[in-house]
């Protein structure tokens, strides 16, 4: 799956159409819990259950899934996007058939507090980060990092480390994986909790 949820983004922005890095700020973050309590009913809801599932669906598909007209369902996504819930579409890639074999998680520790900005912004122009989380506990960072082979993923710890406010990392190289991305099927989030819902997306 070659994209970067958290940290920044490089999936395809909704209202412009541009990639490359992007920060997400406190701001940005506040902004989509304040509208996810306020803002979004049960078939927005469905909407992004089943956008997720499948974002190729058309706005016709859509409709039918969630009993509204096309037009109707265009102007909800429209709003999602303008809103920052729905911050891109991109394309899951099976990693191996673009050479991508190795999968680790590496640990980043920091050496300096104040750096920490300064560190994700290196961080993210680093292509073969695929993922990056600001964690709780020893590390300030968790990478997702996905290259070809162990001498490759020896070169990124390597360039990880020679950061500057980084002091140290800790990697976990992955055997295998199980799932990731998981949507789960049948059932989409309610204000009120989960709820059950008719159908499911390809």
């Not at 970067?4 to 412009?16: L, S």
């Not at 969630?66 to 920052?84: D, I, Q, W, Y």
């Not at 300096?112 to 600001?134: G, H, K, S, T």
């Not at 001498?151 to 140290?168: K, N, Q």
């Amino acid at each position: 799956m070659l994209h970067r949820p958290f940290g920044f983004r490089v999936t395809r922005r909704p209202e412009t159409g541009g990639r490359g890095p992007e920060p997400v700020t406190g701001l940005d973050r506040f902004r989509q819990r304040l509208l996810t309590r306020t803002d979004m009913d049960a078939v927005d809801r469905q909407l992004l259950h089943s956008l997720r599932a499948n974002a190729r669906a058309t706005y016709a598909d859509l409709a039918r899934q969630v009993g509204l007209s096309a037009p109707a369902v265009h102007e909800r996504v429209g709003k999602l996007e303008a809103a920052g819930i729905i911050t891109g579409y991109h394309a899951t890639v099976a990693p191996a058939a673009v050479g991508l074999d190795v999968t680790a998680l590496v640990g980043v520790f920091e050496s300096d507090q104040n750096a920490e900005q300064d560190v994700a912004r290196a961080l993210a122009l680093m292509p073969e980060i695929e993922d990056c989380w600001f964690v709780a506990g020893e590390e300030s960072f968790l990478l997702k990092v996905r290259v070809a082979d162990m001498p490759a993923l020896e070169h990124a710890i390597a360039a990880i480390s020679r950061l500057p406010g980084v002091s140290r990392t800790r990697t976990t190289v992955v055997l295998s994986t199980r799932w990731e991305g998981r949507v789960p099927s049948g059932q989409t989030p309610s204000a009120d909790g989960p709820s059950k819902r008719n159908g499911t997306a390809g």
